[in-house]
């Protein structure tokens, strides 16, 4: 059974930094896209970074750039999102899922909208407060 988890939120003060993790079982997640998305309380959800499975490029929300970096660990089946200096503009719930399972998804690869990804966790909350 293919299955997402996501661990490494919790609460930070302003300028700290937290480690996302995202760990698949029942499947090789290097074979797919990653991306990572938020959602702060009403509002809808944003997708912050991507990387892909093929290059492994990657791409970031404007806001998060030089900020966030994702990465993958093929030992640990995993992607990680390291966020850095993190404001109380992050605070959100963090998720994260696959693209690459439907051949929609290659019209717009990981500018994909939500609704094009797949396998989603169940999401790791980050507060920044101080």
């Known amino acids: 059974q293919m299955h997402l988890e996501e661990s490494g939120g919790g609460l930070v003060q302003p300028g700290g930094s937290l480690s996302l993790s995202c760990a698949a079982s029942?499947?090789?997640?290097?074979?797919?896209?990653v991306a990572w998305f938020r959602q702060a309380p009403g509002k809808e959800r944003e997708q912050v970074s991507c990387?892909?499975?093929?290059?492994?490029?990657?791409t970031y929300e404007d806001s998060v750039k030089g900020r966030f970096t994702i990465s993958r660990d093929n030992a640990k089946n995993s992607v990680i999102l390291q966020m850095n200096n993190l404001g109380p503009e992050d605070t959100a719930v963090y998720f994260c899922?696959?693209?690459?399972?439907?051949?929609?998804?290659?019209?717009?690869?990981?500018?994909?909208?939500?609704?094009?990804?797949?396998?989603w966790g169940q999401g790791t909350p980050v507060t920044v407060s101080s």
């Open positions: 990387i892909k499975n093929v290059d492994h490029t990657t």
């Open positions: 029942g499947f090789t997640l290097n074979m797919y896209a």
């Open positions: 899922a696959i693209g690459g399972v439907r051949a929609s998804w290659y019209i717009a690869g990981c500018s994909a909208g939500p609704s094009e990804w797949d396998l």
